[in-house]
């Protein structure tokens, strides 16, 4: 497996630190406010990295931060004159909301910052003894100037950062513009922790990094992101880690590109900001979402449209129609042996090496479709067998494993089944008046009867 490793900017060689196993850190929400689209874009894309990372024999241990405490969580909870906990957790209960919606496996761990505030002051107090701290008005800042990697992920030369220019929005005073705070003198009314140097709360950057060598190591596998993470966030995530430890922080770093909205970034005063109730208020199908978000490879911008969407969802109608396609040809003939297993096993192969070249998930979808298109005509000409058919259903979940837009295969009512069978026996005996009688019953009940070259096939209305 290849993956872009934005530390280097180039295509390298995945070699997991420990055999066998993956240690994987994906940049959480801060829980202020419901995620955009644009957030969930990236958070489908890791869960198909980890989904992948499994499919292609690693154990994946995944870690995912929720930010529960800085300036936009704080303000949030005095507008809503709301205890912090109170606040954040409603935001928090929506985001695994709109990640169950969308499918989203879930990680092994999801830390807080308010429940890891001792694990941030042992890191400071192991950067201060490496001499990469100093302390202003009771706050604590990193001096940059310490560690000479910085900017070694962003390629940012501080050097040129005109003097008086604020890199980091920290509005506390500190002797170099682009040092960044580590911990934070409380202000008036803001919540607040006890500190060998104030009453505060932790800086934003050292949350991540606390928590992740916590639950991973201080050096782990992949930390993943969206582009907009890469500078100061992951940066000062790598200066304060590394500082603290001198050890490399992490192997791989690798981030997505942004969502943008009919070709413009996505704005409230533009019209065009959307979080997912939005757009499944105007299409019910967050397969199709799902599906849309990897039809373009993690590293190229996504121009979310709903035209988009429409095409998405009719991809994905027709993966169910293959699916159902199989199932009925399978149940047909279900004593047959097996005479052309190559259908089947040539698309997991494919899949794969597509999935091994950085992800290309578009290039998963193109192998998948092409398998799609010369299984429709097998099923046309009579050419499989029962066997083959099951075997070819196999590897379709196969694949949807990774891909996670097929929804659990559905057990009709023994009831359903026979009304089915019996609509099939009435029309080779050509009782048609029977077969339409059933048709018009079952669709009274909800169910949808679709005769097809491959078959009678189902579906709910």
Same mark, same amino acid.
């Given at each position: 497996?290849?993956? *872009?490793?934005?530390?280097?900017?180039?295509?390298?060689?995945?070699?997991?630190?420990?055999?066998?196993?993956?240690?994987?850190?994906?940049?959480?929400?801060?829980?202020?406010?419901?995620?955009?689209?644009?957030?969930?874009?990236?958070?489908?894309?890791?869960?198909?990295?980890?989904?992948?990372?499994?499919?292609?024999?690693?154990?994946?241990?995944?870690?995912?931060?929720?930010?529960?405490?800085?300036?936009?969580? $704080?303000?949030?909870?005095?507008?809503?004159?709301?205890?912090?906990?109170? *606040?954040?957790?409603?935001?928090?209960?929506?985001?695994?909301?709109?990640?169950?919606?969308?499918?989203?496996?879930?990680?092994?761990?999801?830390?807080?910052?308010?429940?890891?505030?001792?694990?941030?002051?042992?890191?400071?107090?192991?950067?201060?003894?490496?001499?990469?701290?100093?302390?202003?008005?009771?706050?604590?800042?990193?001096? $940059?100037?310490?560690?000479?990697?910085?900017?070694?992920?962003?390629? $940012?030369?501080?050097?040129?950062?005109?003097?008086?220019?604020?890199?980091? +929005? +920290?509005?506390?005073?500190?002797?170099?513009?682009?040092?960044?705070?580590?911990?934070?003198?409380?202000?008036?009314?803001?919540?607040?922790?006890?500190?060998?140097?104030?009453?505060?709360?932790?800086?934003?950057?050292?949350?991540?990094?606390?928590?992740?060598?916590?639950?991973?190591?201080?050096?782990?596998?992949?930390?993943?992101?969206?582009?907009?993470?890469? *500078?100061?966030?992951?940066?000062?995530?790598?200066?304060?880690?590394?500082?603290?430890?001198?050890?490399?922080?992490?192997?791989?770093?690798?981030?997505?590109?942004?969502?943008?909205?009919?070709?413009?970034?996505?704005?409230?005063?533009?019209?065009?900001?959307?979080?997912?109730?939005?757009?499944?208020?105007?299409?019910?199908?967050?397969?199709?979402?799902?599906?849309?978000?990897?039809?373009?490879?993690?590293?190229?911008?996504?121009?979310?449209?709903?035209?988009?969407?429409?095409?998405?969802?009719?991809?994905?109608?027709?993966?169910?129609?293959?699916?159902?396609?199989?199932?009925?040809?399978?149940?047909?003939?279900?004593?047959?042996?097996?005479?052309?297993?190559?259908?089947?096993?040539?698309?997991?192969?494919?899949?794969?090496?597509?999935?091994?070249?950085?992800?290309?998930?578009?290039?998963?979808?193109?192998?998948?479709?092409?398998?799609?298109?010369?299984?429709?005509?097998?099923?046309?000409?009579?050419?499989?067998?029962?066997?083959?058919?099951?075997?070819?259903?196999?590897?379709?979940?196969?694949?949807?494993?990774?891909?996670?837009?097929?929804?659990?295969?559905? $057990?009709?009512?023994?009831?359903?089944?026979?009304?089915?069978?019996?609509?099939? +026996?009435?029309?080779?005996?050509?009782?048609?008046?029977?077969?339409?009688?059933?048709?018009?019953?079952?669709?009274?009940?909800?169910?949808?009867?679709?005769?097809?070259?491959?078959?009678?096939?189902?579906?709910?209305?």
């Amino acid at each position: 497996m290849k993956l *872009f490793n934005t530390l280097g900017r180039s295509l390298q060689p995945f070699e997991s630190i420990e055999p066998g196993r993956v240690r994987m850190y994906t940049c959480g929400p801060t829980i202020y406010n419901k995620v955009h689209i644009g957030n969930l874009r990236t958070f489908v894309w890791e869960d198909v990295l980890r989904r992948s990372f499994r499919r292609l024999g690693w154990h994946v241990t995944q870690v995912m931060n929720l930010t529960d405490v800085d300036d936009k969580t $704080i303000r949030g909870a005095a507008e809503a004159h709301l205890p912090l906990r109170e *606040f954040t957790e409603k935001y928090a209960e929506a985001f695994f909301q709109d990640l169950e919606t969308l499918g989203v496996q879930k990680a092994e761990h999801y830390p807080r910052a308010t429940d890891h505030v001792s694990e941030m002051i042992a890191l400071i107090e192991r950067l201060k003894a490496r001499g990469h701290t100093y302390e202003s008005d009771g706050s604590v800042w990193f001096r $940059i100037a310490s560690f000479p990697g910085y900017g070694k992920l962003s390629g $940012i030369d501080l050097s040129q950062a005109r003097q008086g220019a604020r890199v980091a +929005d +920290d509005e506390y005073e500190k002797d170099d513009p682009k040092d960044f705070a580590l911990w934070k003198a409380a202000k008036p009314g803001e919540p607040a922790w006890d500190s060998p140097y104030s009453r505060g709360r932790p800086g934003w950057h050292l949350e991540c990094s606390a928590m992740s060598m916590k639950y991973l190591g201080e050096t782990f596998d992949v930390h993943t992101g969206a582009v907009d993470n890469i *500078f100061p966030h992951h940066e000062n995530e790598i200066a304060q880690s590394e500082g603290a430890t001198g050890k490399t922080f992490v192997k791989f770093w690798l981030h997505a590109e942004h969502l943008i909205v009919d070709g413009e970034k996505m704005s409230k005063s533009k019209g065009n900001f959307y979080l997912l109730s939005d757009v499944l208020a105007r299409r019910n199908d967050p397969a199709a979402v799902r599906y849309l978000f990897l039809s373009v490879p993690y590293r190229q911008k996504l121009n979310f449209t709903f035209e988009a969407l429409d095409a998405a969802a009719a991809a994905v109608q027709r993966l169910r129609n293959v699916e159902a396609n199989l199932a009925d040809y399978a149940r047909r003939r279900p004593g047959e042996g097996e005479t052309a297993p190559q259908l089947a096993g040539k698309l997991g192969p494919a899949f794969d090496e597509a999935l091994a070249d950085d992800l290309n998930t578009a290039k998963a979808l193109g192998v998948l479709f092409d398998w799609v298109r010369d299984v429709n005509l097998s099923l046309e000409r009579g050419e499989i067998s029962g066997a083959d058919a099951r075997a070819a259903i196999a590897a379709l979940h196969g694949v949807d494993a990774v891909l996670g837009v097929l929804p659990p295969a559905e $057990i009709l009512p023994a009831e359903i089944e026979a009304l089915i069978q019996e609509r099939l +026996d009435a029309r080779k005996r050509k009782d048609f008046a029977r077969s339409d009688a059933i048709r018009a019953d079952l669709l009274a009940r909800g169910i949808v009867l679709e005769d097809t070259p491959a078959g009678t096939r189902w579906k709910k209305s």
